[in-house]
Every structure is written in structure tokens, then in C-alpha cells.
């Protein structure tokens, strides 16, 4: 059986579904006659292959959204076909898929597609996708939230199946105490400051809620004085992310808020050990993957009431809602002033977290595959 993994739509390795790939790769089960191909643009020849080797396939489509979707639209099906593929996975399923399917096809969907089409204001890309989810052989969602939201958006899907991220604890792991430990951490580019609080989120959009973080933030500091400091990580979208940086500039503790910018998914873990707490305000998460790989490095996470965030930290979580500003900076000041909630959060997430792995999501995943061949 060969499989192909369709590298489209991962805006190169720099997003969400780009780390989904870079992740999932290393873990993907060997022997039984299985074999795999990449296939994409040749700019990601090597994006997803750092841990495992694996064989390539250039598609030789131009490097833009358009491009890209044409080719799925219209070349895919015979591309797929030519290649011997037994199976595809199409790893960005919510953004670029086959209409139809002429050899077996799996959607990987980790975004929330009402939401997504509502404010893509596309409606060839509405249509389409939709068509293609509903016309794959299966749909591998990352959550139960978004399973019942693909079928809110009106996604009449053949079969979904629930597959949730996995963690890499050979990466994700809690930071032994050592004394006398550096005030400042240096992960290239970036020199850090501690003591700090982390959210690792692109900023995409206003469900983000980088803009009431900031404001919750300068909350808490005005009222405890704490030294403490808001690191913001993940790549930027331009009119929001300019929002945002215009947020930070406005708050009174503008020298205590860092905006990192986009940061390589590979230094999180030694961001996120040197962090006091993970506080996560997404208000529309499908997937949560940051907030599980804060917990799994001994991390007190305080997170929004919302999207897939209470299912995927199954309660060991501190909740609140987003749009109180003073709700949010009171779960920023107990996240980190209540020893004993701290103490409950960190053994609570290092306990639920171990039972998530890259090798099961992967094994899971294949077995989809192979179901369809």
C-alpha cells in the first residue's frame, strides 16, 4: 500500500497545520508493505522530513492560493492516480481538496469550518470545500467539537472519524528544578526575560483575543505590581496583527508585554518550561494542541471556556470567558499567586496529557487509510 500526503495549504510549515505534518511524519508506522509520499510544492522538499526519511514528489504548481487550487480542483484526481497512491491524505482538508475522488481520499479538518466559511466571505471556496469534505471517503476531525460543527456547517460527510492531536513527550516534557536558574532564557533569536506568562497563538483574527489578554494583562499588573511579564508567540496576519502590537503600545506595561513574531515549533518546550503559566484565551479552538503541549511540560494553564479548549484539557484546566477582561485578570492573578491551585493544575495536565502521543494519532490515522483500500 502506498500512501500520499498531500503537503498543500501548510503555509510551508509556518502554521497550525504545518506543525500537524512536521509532528505527525516521525511517527508514522513502518513494515506491513506500507510506503508514503509527500507531494507538494518543492519548496517543502525537506520541510517535514527532519526525523524521518521520506520520498518526495514535486507537483510542479505555482506558489499561490489560486494555483493551488485549480490544481486540486482540476489535476489532483489524475496526479493521484499516475502516482499509484492506494490512499491520499489530504493534511489540509479544510482549505484545498478534490471535488471528487477518483483514488480514496482523507480530509484532515483541525479548523472550525463554520467559522471558517463565515469569514472567508469566498463563495467558490465555501463551495467547494464543502463539496469535497462531503464527497471524501472519510474526514479525520481533531476533536468531537469540530465533528459537530462540520455537521453544522452542512458538511454531509460519508464517515468522520475522531482522531485527536498527539504530543511528542520526548520534547514535551516538566523542567527539573535547578538552582540558581537564569533570569533570562536565550532561544534564538530571542533573549527572554522571566519571570513571564506565555500564550503561543497565531494571531489570526479577533477570536484569537490577543487584544483582551493585553488588556486583562495590564489588569493584574496594575493591581498586584507583579514583575511579571506576557510573552506573545505565533506568526501575524497583517490588520490584526497590527492590532494587536497597537494594543500592546497602548497598555500602560508596554515594556512588559514581548510579541515574538513567529516561533519555530521546535524551541516551544524550552519556552514553555521557563514560563510560570500558559493562559490561552481563543475563544473558537478546534484543536488546542498548544495549551496540551503546555500542559505536558508541567505548565498551569488558564484557558477559555469555549470551542474544543474544555474537551481536549478534559477539566484540568483553570476556565474563563474572554470577554470579561476582569474575569480574565482574575484568572491570571489565581493561575499564579494559589500555590494549591497551581500544584492541582500542573499534576492534573501532566496526568491527563500522558495518555495523548504523536504514535497513536499516527496509528490511528494509517488505519483510516488502510480501512479505505
Not at 4 to 16: N, V
Not at 244 to 265: K, N, Q, W
Request: hydrophobic letters at 40%; aromatic letters at 12%; glycine letters at 8%.
Amino acid at each position: 500500500m502506498k500512501f500520499g500526503i498531500d503537503t498543500f495549504g501548510l503555509d510551508h510549515g509556518r502554521s497550525g497545520l504545518g506543525s500537524y505534518l512536521f509532528s505527525l511524519m516521525p511517527f508514522l508506522p513502518d513494515g506491513d508493505g506500507l510506503e508514503y509520499e509527500l507531494f507538494g510544492a518543492e519548496i517543502d522538499r525537506y520541510t517535514y522530513t527532519d526525523k524521518k526519511s521520506c520520498p518526495f514528489f514535486s507537483a510542479n504548481v505555482p506558489d499561490s492560493l489560486a494555483a493551488e487550487r485549480f490544481w486540486h480542483s482540476f489535476r489532483a484526481n489524475s496526479f493521484a492516480k499516475k502516482r499509484g497512491y492506494s490512499a491520499v491524505l489530504y493534511t489540509a482538508g479544510s482549505r484545498m481538496i478534490p471535488s471528487s475522488f477518483k483514488v480514496p481520499g482523507v480530509a484532515v479538518v483541525n479548523d472550525i469550518m463554520s467559522s471558517l466559511f463565515e469569514r472567508k466571505g469566498d463563495r467558490w471556496y465555501s463551495s467547494k470545500v464543502r463539496k469535497g469534505l462531503s464527497r471524501a471517503n472519510c474526514i479525520i476531525a481533531a476533536s468531537k467539537f469540530i465533528k459537530k460543527d462540520l455537521e453544522k456547517a452542512g458538511v454531509k460527510a460519508n464517515r468522520i472519524e475522531i482522531i485527536h492531536n498527539g504530543i511528542d513527550h520526548s520534547l514535551f516534557f516538566p523542567k527539573a528544578a535547578v538552582e540558581g536558574d537564569s533570569e533570562i532564557i536565550d532561544i534564538k533569536p530571542f533573549a527572554i526575560k522571566k519571570p513571564y506568562i506565555i500564550y503561543a497563538s497565531r494571531m489570526q483574527n479577533d477570536e484569537k483575543k490577543h487584544v483582551e489578554l493585553i488588556k486583562a494583562f495590564s489588569v493584574y499588573k496594575e493591581k498586584s505590581k507583579s514583575p511579571i511579564r506576557l510573552v506573545i508567540a505565533g506568526s501575524e496576519e497583517s490588520e490584526y496583527g497590527e492590532k494587536v502590537h497597537r494594543s500592546a503600545l497602548e497598555s500602560g506595561f508596554a515594556s512588559d508585554i514581548f510579541i515574538t513574531g513567529y516561533f519555530p515549533h521546535e524551541n516551544f518546550p524550552e519556552l514553555y518550561r521557563n514560563a510560570e503559566a500558559c493562559v490561552f484565551p481563543s475563544v473558537n479552538e478546534g484543536v488546542g494542541l498548544s495549551v496540551m503541549e503546555a500542559m505536558a511540560t508541567g505548565l498551569p494553564v488558564a484557558c477559555a471556556n469555549y470551542g474544543a479548549l474544555p474537551e481536549v484539557t478534559g477539566g484540568k484546566a483553570l476556565y474563563f470567558d474572554s470577554n470579561n477582561i476582569e474575569e480574565m485578570s482574575c484568572a491570571i492573578e489565581s493561575v499564579l499567586s494559589d500555590t494549591e491551585l497551581r500544584k492541582k493544575l500542573v499534576a492534573d495536565g501532566l496526568e491527563w496529557t500522558r495518555r495523548v502521543s504523536w504514535e497513536r494519532t499516527a496509528q490511528e490515522t494509517v488505519n483510516v487509510l488502510k480501512s479505505l483500500c
